[in-house]
């Protein structure tokens, strides 16, 4: 049996950023660390071309009244900068205090060898497992999964199965684990401003132009009003108001208010509607700007008019609201309310959909639910007791996975998100780590919840 | 003789980057080629060290009875990105349709290298010119020559003179010389907003806090009102009317309105208070956004909530605006608008008061004027109208060398600025460039001028 925590190394050296073409040699190395794990546990592998990053696919095939679970997880992290603030290089692996640090060790290269590990030990065990896997490891999640939603259409048939296993979501502390039962949707834009044709000396032509920056610092700071509310009209139609059952699951958070400010390490937070920030994130839509520049940014001054300045924005949409509606009213909002005084040009990037899965045994659980779905959340919640000492909560939560709800609208299947990091792990940003600990009980749930599966195969002799 | 242009060139060559501790090599290439240049003239050369960047010095001892000429120039210059923008590489500079293109050779080399150049020559054709000539070349002008004031103070009685005479101003065109009357002050800050301790994931955590880029946003937007005027009390307080001789002046600049906007390529100009863009750049202060940054900037998304975000504000001050007054208020304003919910933290850089020197025989001459800077104002007027066959314009200018004032109030010298670039020469930007035929004619001025004040020398025998 491979050491899970080295393989989690060998796959973090790999500098693996999607997003920057810089790195298409550590996306390869990436895809090598993967395709050996899975040749080595007898599975079959494809690499699989797309327009963009390819697809690693590795499936154990069985007979068709086998249960097949699909496990999903991506190998693309996000860039590492700003690189001086990390305390070891983003991309040489190194434990401290209990956990892996560098780049991609909880996003998501962590999480997902949980259940490489898993399913490696149970065939191990027993080699004749009744239970079909496909690993889709896709290399464009931190993009938008561009090219993952016409790869699912093309392979249809062969990954249609019961439910997806992936673990690419939070638990609140080591000691909790959680049940993701919602994601929240994304869209991605980027707004560039154009003034004068060049920089300009700010003295020769101060006072006679509009500063490009100065039309984007207002442009921007009308999208929110006082309370941190979108300002868009329309933008929160048809929310959905949260049902109990899900308040209650989030009253169960061990973290208090007062913890999570101080992690932060903020005054106050900034929330509306009475919600609690634990609500807000989860239940709420956001317009967040990830990114702002133009002019000069270097050591000292430059007394310059910029020609450009530009902003990114992303929002996080909850479910029944439609990023391509939400889309359209913040491109036209932009274009509406930017001074005619400069140009500007809107770029939409990603998006997609939010996502909602019930558990069994809720007031709203659908009841055509598929038994072996039901199976393994039951499976899960056991065995989280047995790990944890307590049940795992089950949270909507705030991050982004469109492809699960690609995966619903394309394959049919529901998704089992087994929350493997926690706040500490410093997702998108520096010093991410991955705790051990975690990832250890995570590696048992995964291991309960497909021998559990497996078992609700039907006996053929 | 010194062929101007090849000195030039070899100046520019030198990258004297003063912001910017890498090019301490350019800083001292720079000196090297003035001081080679000076040595050849037979002047006595000093290469003086400050607590930053050297004064070079150069003298032309003689009498006391002879007039004392003090020509001002500075070899540093602005940082030469976006590099990319240029046509051809910044400190290689090139000849293009009778410009010399790069960093530098408008903004200041090529245009102190018209006085060096008329000197050499009225020198080698009078060897025993009745005149004191002292050059003072600082190299921290672009920053606001933190060290010149005290270097002023220690050499108060060598530097001592009748007026200074220097070109850093501009000329409406190549064919409208322009005596400049009135310079802008400067004072630069920046303020950097602190809002979680890291960058935050968007999803995880977007909702429970203010964004920093949302709160510097809010903020920046708060300092202009709708028609541009900077919103802050206080800021216009004491700020004198406009002469009418100046308006008249300024009425005569050959550019038209739409001139200016076809060269800025802008849709419209954004004034208030009736004034023309050429009004305004000139007679009303600002307060500009000269970089602003945060968060990812690279290519594609990131989806962070950055920890921080930044703003490099410079305001432009008139005559009777007190930087340090100014400065406070800014500060002050920056600190009671930013949301509590971030830090802020604001940084001071240099600050330099405005300037205004009236020409002889106009309403509001000093009755005191001194006979010898009168005779330097009506030779180059002589001499412009015979170069150009125009008188030159007296205009204020709407950029700032703040050392005007520091050496008016350190040694009670004024000065006498004839404009040597223009419009098009993109000072601070990419494709900086001198025109060559204004460079001739300010060389011719200059020569005149000296001649004229060599001439109020009194007769010795």
């Keep these: ?150 790869f699912l259409a093309a392979n249809k048939e062969r990954l249609k199965g019961d439910f997806v296993l992936l673990s690419d979501t939070m638990s609140p502390s080591a000691d909790q684990l959680t049940i993701t039962t919602g994601l929240r949707g994304i869209l991605c834009l980027e707004a560039e401003l154009t003034g004068p044709r060049t920089d300009l000396h700010s003295g020769i032509h101060g006072g006679a132009l509009l500063n490009p920056i100065q039309a984007l610092a207002e442009l921007c700071a009308s999208l929110h009003d006082a309370d941190g509310r979108v300002n868009i009209p329309g933008y929160y139609d048809g929310v959905q108001p949260v049902l109990a059952w899900e308040r209650a699951e989030l009253a169960k958070l ?12 903020i005054s106050d937070f900034h929330t509306w509607g009475g919600m609690t920030p634990f609500e807000a994130t989860r239940f709420q839509p956001t317009l967040e700007f990830n990114g702002i520049g133009g002019g000069y940014q270097g050591e ?62 809720r007031p709203d659980t659908p009841a055509d639910q598929s038994p072996v779905l039901a199976a393994a959340f039951r499976a899960a919640e056991a065995e989280a007791v047995k790990v944890s000492g307590n049940p795992p909560i089950y949270l909507r939560e705030g991050g982004s996975v469109p492809i699960i709800d690609t995966i619903r609208r394309t394959l049919g299947m529901d998704s089992v998100m ?8 410093n ?28 078992g609700m195969a039907p006996r053929t002799n």
Excluded at 254 to 265: A, S
Excluded at 418 to 425: V, W
């Design 300 to 361: 000292g001054s430059k007394t310059v008019i910029p020609s450009k300045a530009f902003v990114k924005i992303s929002c996080r949409l909850v479910p029944s609201m439609d990023p391509a509606r939400i889309e359209a009213l913040v491109v036209k909002t932009l274009k509406e309310r930017c001074s005619p005084k400069v140009k500007i040009e809107v770029k939409c990037g990603h998006s997609g959909n939010a996502y909602r899965v019930v558990p069994p045994d």
């Design 1 to 150: 049996m491979f050491d899970p925590i080295q393989a989690i190394s060998d796959f973090v050296r790999a500098p693996s950023v999607s997003t920057d073409p810089a790195f298409a040699a550590g996306m390869a190395g990436a895809r090598d660390v993967l395709c050996k794990l899975f040749r080595d546990m007898g599975l079959t592998v494809e690499v699989c071309p797309t327009p963009l990053h390819p697809v690693v696919l590795a499936r154990r095939e069985g007979p068709a009244h086998w249960p097949h679970v699909v496990i999903y997880g991506h190998y693309d992290v996000q860039p590492a900068d700003p690189l001086p603030l990390w305390t070891t290089p983003a991309f040489e692996p190194v434990i401290r205090d209990g956990r892996l640090y560098g780049r991609g060790t909880a996003d998501n290269k962590g999480p997902q060898m949980a259940h490489i590990y898993a399913v490696a030990k149970l065939l191990e065990k027993n080699p004749g497992l009744p239970l079909r896997l496909t690993f889709l490891i896709e290399g464009e999640e931190e993009i938008g999964s561009p090219s993952l939603e016409a």
């Design 418 to 425: 087994l929350g493997l990091f926690t706040p500490e792990c």
């Design 254 to 265: 061990p973290t208090t208010r007062e913890q999570y400010r101080k992690f932060l390490d």
């Design 427 to 454: 997702l998108h940003a520096p010093d991410e780590s991955l705790h051990l600990g975690l990832f250890a009980k995570g590696a048992a749930v995964s291991e309960a919840v497909l021998a559990a599966v497996a």
